[in-house]
């Protein structure tokens, strides 16, 4: 049983910082909501780094939203729901697809500078969209111009204060409702953060697994914290493999966008033949689920640990400026884009489950919420359309402002919070290897393609590593590694009870879709695990 709080401790002991709101995690959910709610509330933005780490700065393909006139909100509809492979709430994919204009003019108004064609703003396309309609900047660095304009509106708001290098150890609870959390200073200190409202925008879980396109921090934190907290998670077992990572000796898993596929990008096995035909009719621009594990066949299939990515036949000036980060990437390392073919693999990208909200980001615990990726609002179903992850940030995050202006304010008084399992011991291994090896497991038994056997493998091995609760926990790599093995085994389980394959998430025992038995989520809690049948109030 993983405890309710990962340290022995009574509030009683503790300073205490007061605030409105709280906000963990500056990726474009974090930066976004509290600059919104910094209008009417005191904000502090709480980031285990920095303000520019986060996996929005590697955004790279762009932000879906409705803005050219041969497009509509129903086009985009559609497309979102056929991704989401029958699981996403068709209300959340409603508020999404016809709210995110608005939300894109809102990054506009706040310094984003999108790129423009013609005066025009430029669109393209990416996989399973009907219709061109992502917006993009500096051609494929998205993100990080979206992450560069946000903190510098956070940096000049009085209202919001900002804590770098600080780590969020547990959210407390008392009588269902969230007071604030339990965080650590750089110094090794720790303080009680209390608000009126705390906001979850601690983004993904790619470091699960051993090849990710993840940055280091995304260490499932947020899903973790809010498990220990009672709140609701939802959908774990679904996680988005991106098919096109840069697997290079020497190189890191470097994003190579959808967009280049988007653009006519072709996929070539090792022998240098096209192979999408055999597996789907949308060729190089299918669903990301079927395009990662075709290419995993096609390496089992001719004995290769990855497969090409060709765009060799278009002009180097359209592919240079295009794709001006992943051309100067690729060159770092010897790769031409424009004249050679890249070498690809699958590596995790995206969450597509987290903590279950509703319509206005508000999770099972009152007065916490939940935005970005670590959120599970409904929009994305089993498998997330490609660049609906930063519209939907936007979306909910001014949703979930406009929400906590209607809060009731909560007259303070003393908290009677303590926590204590007696804890002594130190943890028995360097996290370090702890880490490795859970991200191991979760590659070989709980990755692209499963079965009961792979799954209770990887259940039997992460169960190895529950001692660490009782031990002593002090240093963030500590934290985050509980974390990581927390939300591993919420995958796991997940993972074992949908015995079907849909989406993102692929049973070789059960290879077949089930709407009969499986058009259903799976709901995890502290107390137990239960299945939810789809329904549009999420």
């Known amino acids: 049983m993983i405890p309710q709080y990962l340290i022995d401790f009574d509030l009683k002991d503790l300073p205490v910082k007061e605030t409105d709101v709280i906000v963990i995690g500056s990726g474009i959910a974090g930066l976004y909501t509290a600059i919104l709610a910094s209008e009417h ?6 980031t285990k780094k920095s303000l520019l780490e986060s996996n929005t700065r590697y955004a790279q393909g762009g932000i879906a939203a409705v803005t050219a006139e041969d497009d509509s909100p129903a086009y985009h509809r559609q497309d979102t729901l056929l991704a989401g492979a029958g699981l996403c709430s068709s209300a959340a994919v409603d508020v999404l697809v016809n709210e995110g204009p608005a939300g894109v003019q809102e990054l506009i108004r706040l310094g984003t500078m999108f790129d423009v064609e013609n005066g025009e703003l430029a669109l393209t396309k990416e996989g399973a969209h009907s219709h061109r309609r992502i917006l993009h900047a500096n051609g494929d660095a998205t993100g990080y111009e979206i992450v560069r304009a946000l903190s510098i509106q ?3 708001l009085h209202n919001i204060e900002v804590w770098d290098d600080h780590f969020v150890i547990d959210l407390v609870t008392d009588q269902g409702e969230c007071h604030g959390a339990i965080v650590q200073l750089p110094d090794g200190k720790r303080i009680f953060v209390r608000g009126q409202a705390t906001i979850m925008c601690s983004g993904g879980a790619g470091q699960l697994y051993r090849y990710t396109t993840n940055p280091e921090v995304a260490t499932a934190d947020g899903v973790a914290m809010a498990y220990r907290a009672g709140a609701q ?3 774990m077992e679904f996680i988005q493999f991106h098919p096109t990572a840069l697997s290079y000796p020497g190189a890191p898993r470097f994003l190579v966008s959808e967009a280049v596929r988007g653009e006519g990008a072709v996929l070539r096995n090792i022998k240098g033949e096209r192979f999408m035909h055999k597996y789907h009719e949308l060729l190089e621009l299918a669903p990301r689920d079927i395009v990662a594990r075709a290419i995993v066949s096609e390496m089992e299939e001719t004995g290769s640990t990855f497969v090409y990515l060709d765009i060799t036949h278009e002009s180097p000036e359209m592919v240079k400026h295009r794709f001006p980060t992943i051309y100067e990437t690729c060159m770092r ?3 031409d884009l424009t004249s050679d073919w890249i070498p690809v693999s699958p590596a995790a990208h995206y969450m597509m489950g987290g903590i279950k909200t509703n319509l206005y980001g508000e999770s099972s615990v009152k007065r916490l919420f939940a935005c970005g990726e670590v959120s599970s609002t409904g929009v994305h179903g089993a498998n997330r359309l490609a660049s609906n992850s930063l519209s939907e940030a936007v979306v909910y995050g001014s949703r979930i402002v406009e929400r906590i202006r209607q809060l009731p304010k909560r007259t303070e008084r003393f908290l009677h919070v303590s926590f204590g399992l007696g804890r002594k011991d130190a943890p028995s291994q360097a996290m370090v290897e702890k880490r490795l090896k859970l991200q191991k ?4 038994y ?14 039997e091995e992460l169960g190895r590593q529950l001692p660490l609760f009782q031990a002593v926990l002090t240093k963030r790599e500590e934290y985050e590694f509980a974390n990581m093995l927390t939300a ?9 009870c949908r015995e079907e394959s849909r989406g993102a998430h692929y049973r070789e025992d059960f ?5 009969d038995a499986w058009k259903k989520h799976i709901v995890h809690t502290r107390d137990q695990d239960r299945t939810e049948e789809i329904s549009d109030d999420v």
């Open 233 to 235: 998670i939802r959908d």
């Open 446 to 459: 709980a990755g692209l393609r499963r079965n009961r056997d792979t799954l209770l493998r990887a259940a």
């Open 488 to 496: 591993s085994l919420l995958v796991v389980q997940g993972a074992l």
């Open 441 to 444: 497991v979760m590659v070989r």
């Open 511 to 515: 290879p077949e879709r089930n709407d």
């Open 333 to 335: 390392y010897g790769l």
């Open 154 to 156: 956070v940096e000049m």
């Open 41 to 46: 509330h005191k904000v502090l933005l709480i």
